[in-house]
T-cell receptor, first 111, second 112 residues
Framework: QKEVEQNSGPLSVPEGAIASLNCTYSDRGSQSFFWYRQYSGKSPELIMF????GDKEDGRFTAQLNKASQYVSLLIRDSQPSDSATYLC???????????FGSGTQLTVLP | EPEVTQTPSHQVTQMGQEVILRCVPISNHLYFYWYRQILGQKVEFLVSFYNNEISEKSEIFDDQFSVERPDGSNFTLKIRSTKLEDSAMYFC??????????FGPGTRLTVL
């Protein structure tokens, strides 16, 4: 059974701080990992993906992957109130390359 | 920038009725997916579709469900006889030659 686990939060950070979101996965065959943002009642919106060990930066976002520890994280620098949402971690695997999602971490950025 | 679209945005139906949820993927996408999200729960994979056939389906995707790409653009999910527990948000997603999946806005299905 493929599982993706996230600390469900809620996580609150002050505006301008760094938010750190974590995720672990069970399937060592997972090839790529995705972070999506989901506002209440809306669909997942892609933030970024990572498939190599190490860090990947995109603007205020940095994804980190450690395949040995089966661990993925997302750092959000200079957090803004508009970043308040649920952040979904997803692992890609299977012959059809489908996504397995975690339950999400609810982030609130306080002005 | 092209987007995945889905209709209707909200569908209310009676238990036992058939519903068809529609999706128009981005034109250069090759792989198509349906996911669902019951309120307050995880996004769950239902089925993937490639080259005009199902490539993989989850345990959720039983005989009550079917998918079609009838005209090369629309991608539909049919639920033959809806149950109360089918109430959820249904998301269509597509991917091109990369693995990145882009989601449509979703259809909220309410079964009464």
């Amino acid at each position: 059974q493929k599982e993706v686990e996230q600390n469900s939060g809620p996580l609150s950070v002050p505006e301008g701080a760094i938010a750190s979101l974590n995720c672990t996965y069970s399937d060592r065959g997972s090839q790529s990992f995705f972070w999506y943002r989901q506002y209440s009642g809306k669909s997942p919106e892609l933030i970024m993906f990572i498939y190599s060990n190490g860090d990947k930066e995109d603007g205020r976002f940095t994804a980190q992957l450690n395949k040995a520890s089966q661990y993925v994280s997302l750092l959000i620098r200079d957090s803004q109130p508009s970043d308040s949402a649920t952040y979904l971690c997803a692992a890609l695997s299977g012959s059809a390359r489908q996504l397995t999602f975690g339950s999400g971490t609810q982030l609130t950025v306080l002005p | 920038e092209p987007e995945v679209t889905q209709t209707p945005s909200h569908q209310v139906t009676q238990m036992g009725q058939e519903v068809i949820l529609r999706c128009v993927p981005i034109s250069n996408h090759l792989y198509f997916y349906w996911y669902r999200q019951i309120l307050g729960q995880k996004v769950e994979f239902l089925v993937s579709f490639y080259n005009n056939e199902i490539s993989e389906k989850s345990e959720i995707f039983d005989d009550q469900f079917s998918v079609e790409r009838p005209d090369g653009s629309n991608f539909t999910l049919k639920i033959r006889s809806t149950k109360l527990e089918d109430s959820a948000m249904y998301f269509c997603a597509g991917a091109g030659v990369t693995d990145t999946q882009y989601f449509g806005p979703g259809t909220r299905l309410t079964v009464l």
